[in-house]
């Protein structure tokens, strides 16, 4: 995977681990098939973001639910920068600061689902949904024009039942295109 040059931003005036914002990899085939957003980036001193991803429960997740292949895949946050505080749930108006951002990066993408990993991704993907984002959980739904499923956070929640249906999700989406 290769990372995705980042874009600049200070919308939020919040202190960042790194110089720059980190927008996320993408495989290296042409056609993506799925955009899998997470919650923010799990960089760790002296790693990139690749390496600290592949390396955490997050990342070997990721590998099992997309079978090993991630040429077709692009990988994103729904916060781009690493807040100094880097365990923190970042806060609605950091997320809604951000959702412009993922929106872009989305629709660039107009043959893709979407996988959403955790309440967090959700509800930076998708601000209409109401109520608790907890009860999309495990749920295929169709959104600003791409299937997309809702999970539990892969580092804490997310169930074997969500797994499994991860899978088949990203079967479909696979199967689905030429």
């Not at 931003?9 to 681990?17: M, Q």
């Not at 804490?156 to 689905?176: G, H, M, N, P, Y």
Request: aromatic fraction near 6%; hydrophobic fraction near 40%.
């Amino acid at each position: 995977m290769r990372e995705i040059e980042p874009k600049e931003c200070d919308v939020c005036g919040e202190k960042i681990l790194r110089s720059s914002v980190v927008w996320g990899l993408e495989g290296e085939k042409r056609s993506k098939r799925l955009v899998i957003v997470l919650q923010s980036s799990d960089e760790r001193e002296g790693e990139s973001y690749e390496q600290a991803l592949w390396q955490s429960k997050t990342g070997r997740l990721i590998l099992k639910v997309v079978g090993g292949d991630v040429g077709d895949v692009v990988i994103t946050n729904a916060v781009k920068c690493l807040p100094l505080d880097r365990y923190k749930t970042p806060s609605a108006v950091v997320v809604n600061n951000c959702r412009s951002h993922l929106a872009a990066m989305v629709e660039h993408f107009p043959k893709s689902g979407v996988l959403c990993v955790g309440s967090v991704a959700l509800a930076a993907y998708a601000p209409e949904l109401s109520g608790n984002l907890q009860d999309y959980r495990g749920k295929v739904m169709f959104l600003h024009e791409k299937s997309v499923l809702a999970v539990g956070h892969f580092g804490r929640s997310v169930t074997r039942e969500e797994i499994d249906l991860a899978i088949r999700f990203v079967k479909s989406l696979r199967d689905e295109l030429p």
